[in-house]
C-alpha cells in the first residue's frame, strides 16, 4: 500500500476485554515496529519484526502483550485482559530493511480502556 | 541517563525566526540521527536524517551533527505558523536491534503570527 495502515483507528473497551490492533506495513518493508505513546509522553518501543527473524520483544511491558507478523506482512498486537494504563495510542511503523532508513508511521490506534 | 535527552520545551518564536532545537545522545557510538515532526493529534513524520558530522540542509531545515560532543540540532529558518508541532530526536545506536531507533521525549514548538 501507499502508507502504513493501522486498524481501528480508535477502540474503546472494557477493563479485561482482550484487544487486536492490525498493522498493515508499506509493501516491501521488511522491518516492523510498534510504539505506544500515553498522552504527553514519548514513544515506547514495544516490539520489532525484522523479516523471518525471531522478533525483539524486550519492549514489551507485561506477558499481557503479544505480538505477531503473519507472511512477513500484517502484524496484529493482542493485549489481553486490558488494563486503564493499557490506554494510549498505538503506533506502527515500517521501513524498508533493519539499516539506516527512519521509520514510516501510521496513523495509529486510539485505545481507551474504561 | 536516558539514551536521548531534548528539552521539552514550549519552544515560543515569531514567524520569520530560526528555530533551533537541540538533541544530545549517551552512546558515543551512535551512527544514524533523525529528526521527526508531529503535529497534534497525528504520528510522527520523518523530516531528516543526518549520518556524518557537519550539516545537511534540506529546505528551510538544517540538520547540524557533532558525533565528538555527542549533538544534534534541527534548525527551522523562516519559521512558519505551519511548523508549530512537537519534534522528536531519534538515534539508531550500535549493537543495538538492528533498526531500532531510540526517542527523546519530544520539543514543542511554537511559531506565532
Known amino acids: 500500500g501507499a502508507g502504513v495502515s493501522q486498524s481501528p483507528s480508535n477502540k474503546v473497551t472494557e477493563k479485561g476485554k482482550d484487544v487486536e490492533l492490525r498493522c498493515d506495513p508499506i509493501?516491501?518493508?521488511?522491518?516492523l515496529y510498534w510504539y505506544r505513546q500515553s498522552l504527553g509522553q514519548g514513544l515506547e518501543f514495544l516490539i520489532y519484526?525484522?523479516?523471518?527473524?525471531?522478533?525483539?520483544k524486550s519492549g514489551l511491558p507485561s506477558d499481557r502483550f503479544s505480538a505477531e507478523r503473519t507472511g512477513g506482512s500484517v502484524s496484529t498486537l493482542t493485549i489481553q485482559r486490558t488494563q486503564q494504563e493499557d490506554s494510549a495510542v498505538y503506533l506502527c511503523?515500517?521501513?524498508?530493511?533493519?539499516?539506516?532508513?527512519?521509520?514510516?508511521f501510521g496513523s495509529g490506534t486510539r485505545l481507551t480502556v474504561v | 541517563q536516558k539514551e536521548v535527552e531534548q528539552n521539552s520545551g514550549p519552544l515560543s518564536v515569531p514567524e520569520g525566526a530560526i528555530a533551533s532545537l537541540n538533541c544530545t545522545y549517551s552512546d558515543r557510538g551512535s551512527q544514524s540521527f533523525f529528526w521527526y515532526r508531529q503535529y497534534s493529534g497525528k504520528s510522527p513524520e520523518l523530516i531528516m536524517f543526518?549520518?556524518?558530522?557537519g550539516d545537511k540542509e534540506d529546505g528551510r531545515f538544517t540538520a547540524q551533527l557533532n558525533k565528538a560532543s555527542q549533538y544534534v540540532s534541527l534548525l527551522i529558518r523562516d519559521s512558519q505558523p505551519s511548523d508549530s508541532a512537537t519534534y522528536l530526536c531519534?538515534?539508531?545506536?550500535?549493537?543495538?536491534?538492528?533498526?531500532?531507533?531510540?526517542f527523546g521525549r519530544g520539543t514543542q514548538l511554537t511559531v506565532w503570527p
Open positions: 509493501s516491501g518493508h521488511t522491518a
Open positions: 543526518i549520518y556524518s558530522n
Open positions: 519484526f525484522q523479516g523471518n527473524s525471531a522478533p525483539d
Open positions: 511503523a515500517s521501513s524498508p530493511d533493519a539499516s539506516n532508513y527512519g521509520y514510516t
Open positions: 531519534a538515534v539508531k545506536r550500535p549493537g543495538s536491534t538492528l533498526g531500532r531507533l531510540y
